[in-house]
């Protein structure tokens, strides 16, 4: 996997992308982006290599079936938490 620092989203995802984010996977890229304008410490670039490695490349790994079943039980757990909301 490829990782790249661009100074905005709009430098990947072209002019018309409006909704600002500090990183993105997508996913037939096999690219991990990371947006620094949008980056305010360390702490946030870390946060984001996290989030996008392990959640959206991660979770893109998981069979379809076996990701709706990981799903399904996290909802079950916690849809009456207060974090959940």
Known sequence: ???????NHKEVFGEEATHKTRGGYP????????????????????????????VHKGLGMVEPDKLKQLLDTLYATGKD????A
């Open 81 to 84: 938490t207060p974090e959940f």
């Open 1 to 7: 996997m490829a990782n790249r620092v661009f100074n």
């Open 27 to 54: 996913p037939n890229s096999d690219a991990l982006y990371l947006f620094e304008s949008e980056m305010d410490s360390l702490a946030d670039s870390s946060e984001t290599l996290r989030q996008e490695n392990f």
